[in-house]
């Protein structure tokens, strides 16, 4: 049994490092996630991590301090959020295409303009084709277990790439809440020491990393890359299937289930607002609804398999997103959803946009939606893509005023 | 699941107050919850924060629209602000009010009230007028929601070593000279 202790999310994040036992960090603070450096700092001032904190003049520099480092066999970390990751984006793609497993905090937040400094999930979202890893959290001890997690997935000699641990912009950075912390020599079990040998300074062993690269090589580089990126699905189960048996504690693989056995309706999200989604299903299902919730949990890679597994047989879907994609109007997870299926036969899917400029997505809202995906597998016409706080949303004219059950349902979702 | 809200002032230690309460609930073998309201914080600038607590794990993860109860560390909001909006019916508030107040002074919704004069307390205990310790110990002895030993067992752990014995003097000091007032009727004289 760990130390019971009650953390924010920055901190958490602070503690999975210093349990991860990394010997490099270095950041550049940004809001929300500016306490996590300064709780690093403090880890780093106390002796209580044996690391090098470099302090930059920027997110560039940060990062391309802790690629030298990983050349140099460290164990790295470093956080960032919105227009830092923005100002970070060059050595970010190079990360990445250089197979380099360094594990950074992403505190989602929106990006700027208008001129914000809240939560949002839109910094995270617009880098998904960068090739690294996304994992997104849902509670504090799932921050600090992930940040442990995310070492062993990236130093996989199969997988060898950057692991970006999202969790919600003061939803979860700011707010404090129980947390055990697992013991060091538990975590030293899971977790062996770095042991990266594919890029390294050594000079007895000169080596040239990222020569210039023409396009027969570089396909083949960029396909390699794809092939660890799906590789790292199985790495990603075993790994969730190790934490549970040492530490009894699941978060899910690539997606999160919850009540999925007999659901008629899904609900799919990702992050913060999946825990506000479990009491909404509770209540609903009280109700009569049958309603279960697939989280997303890793955004990328995607879980293209899992999700036409479980979400073929529902009656409808219901997508809930703290972003956009420009790409036609819908939510991230909605367009992403989509392209899972391709061109197979799916539910019909609806999408829910809130949460956006540190608003929350409520547990009011949530309900709405519920009730919205149930009349949408009853055969119901709705639009496509409702904008919480924006739209009209008027759940009253979905109800039969003479059916017992609706009226109970109708005064239920207040 | 019961939800409070703290109205203070930056620099007043709402933030502070709500996460060692966080502390104390989760040190009782509870659950907490404790949210800042989010934006930019400045010293003086009106803030909220808040805390959920419950004997099972709390999942939701929103700010609190309908709390069961204040607590307010500055007077002056009191007047300043709607601080009652959305407070339950049964409510509570733990006000500090160097006035006193009674239940004809604050909405039908508030079951439970407490009043403590914190500032003239903080001034004799810390010189300065820091009251959100004393406030905390009223609310233990008002709600029942937190013992006063696990908030003093709290403030030796977390609190840095220089300033750990002025705030046990602080919240036992608020436990025991707080006036609370139910609408049901009886004066209940804090003990001690």
């Known amino acids: ?216 090589m570089l396909t083949e580089f960029r396909h390699k890359q794809v092939t660890a990126m799906k590789y790292a699905k199985e790495v990603i189960e075993e790994v969730r299937q190790e934490w549970s048996q040492l530490f009894g504690r699941d978060h899910g693989g690539m997606v999160d289930v919850y009540r999925m056995e007999d659901a008629d309706i899904a609900i799919v999200c990702m992050g913060s607002p999946a825990g506000t989604a479990r009491v909404a299903i509770d209540e609903m299902r009280e109700l009569g609804i049958k309603v279960g919730m697939v989280r997303i949990r890793v955004l990328r890679p995607f879980p293209v398999e899992e999700m036409q597994a479980l979400l073929s047989g529902v009656k409808a879907i219901g997508t809930i997103d703290r972003n956009v994609s420009f790409a036609a109007g819908y939510g991230t997870s909605y367009l992403e959803l989509r392209t899972a299926f391709g061109g197979k036969r799916m539910p019909p899917m609806i999408d829910f946009i809130g949460g956006l400029g540190g608003s929350d997505v409520t547990l009011e809202q949530i309900k709405q939606a519920i009730v919205i995906t149930q009349y949408v597998a009853n055969g119901g016409e709705y639009r496509d893509v409702t904008w919480f706080g924006l739209d009209e949303v008027d759940v009253d004219q979905l109800f039969d005023l003479e059916d017992q059950a609706d009226q109970e349902v109708k005064e239920g979702i207040v | 699941m019961k939800q409070i809200r703290f109205h203070g002032r930056g620099g007043q230690g709402a933030v502070m107050a709500s996460e060692l309460l ?87 919704n508030v079951e439970t009230l407490a009043t403590i004069d914190a500032v003239r307390i903080a001034l004799e205990v810390f010189k300065a007028p820091i009251t959100n310790t004393i406030l905390l110990g009223a609310f233990a002895q008002a709600t029942k929601l937190v013992s006063l030993q696990s908030l003093s067992e709290c403030i030796e752990i977390n609190f840095p070593k220089k300033i750990v014995e002025k705030n046990l003097v602080a919240v036992a000091r608020g436990f025991n000279e707080v006036q609370v007032v139910t609408r049901s009727g009886q004066l209940q004289k804090a003990e001690g």
């Open chain 1, 1 to 216: 049994m760990g130390k019971i202790d009650v953390l924010n999310g920055n901190k958490a994040a602070a503690w999975g490092a210093k349990l991860a036992r990394v010997s490099l960090l270095a950041a550049y603070p940004i809001t929300p996630q500016t306490p996590l450096v300064e709780y690093l700092a403090t880890f780093v001032a106390e002796g209580e991590i044996d690391a090098d904190l470099v302090e930059v003049e920027s997110e560039h520099t940060a990062l391309s301090v802790l690629q030298g480092g990983v050349f140099a066999g460290a164990r790295t970390f470093t956080g960032t959020s919105s227009q830092g990751l923005a100002l970070m984006y060059e050595p970010y793609i190079r990360t990445s295409t250089m197979r380099l497993p360094i594990v950074m905090a992403l505190v989602t937040r929106e990006v700027i303009s208008p001129q914000t400094v809240w939560g949002g999930q839109q910094d995270a979202v617009t880098v998904r084709e960068a090739g690294w890893i996304q994992i997104w959290c849902e509670s504090n001890q799932e921050v600090l277990d992930t940040v442990v997690q995310a070492y062993k997935i990236a130093e996989n000699k199969g997988v060898l790439l950057p692991v970006n641990v999202c969790y919600d912009g003061f939803s979860l950075s700011h707010m404090a809440e129980r947390v055990e912390i697992p013991e060091q020599e538990k975590v030293d079990s899971f977790l062996p020491k770095p042991d990266i040998t594919h890029v390294k300074l050594d000079p007895d062993k000169p080596m040239s990393v990222d020569p210039l690269t023409a396009g027969p």
């Open chain 2, 22 to 108: 966080c502390h104390a609930l989760v040190h009782e073998g509870n659950y907490g919850q404790s949210i800042p309201a989010y934006g930019f914080e400045r010293r003086g600038a009106p803030l909220e924060a808040f805390v959920k607590l419950d004997s099972k794990p709390i999942r939701e993860r929103t700010q609190v629209y309908e709390p069961d109860g204040i607590i307010v560390l500055d007077s002056a909001l009191i007047v300043q602000l709607p601080i009652f909006n959305g407070v339950k019916a049964n409510g509570f508030a733990i006000l500090n009010s160097r006035k006193k107040m009674t239940l004809d002074d604050v909405p039908e």
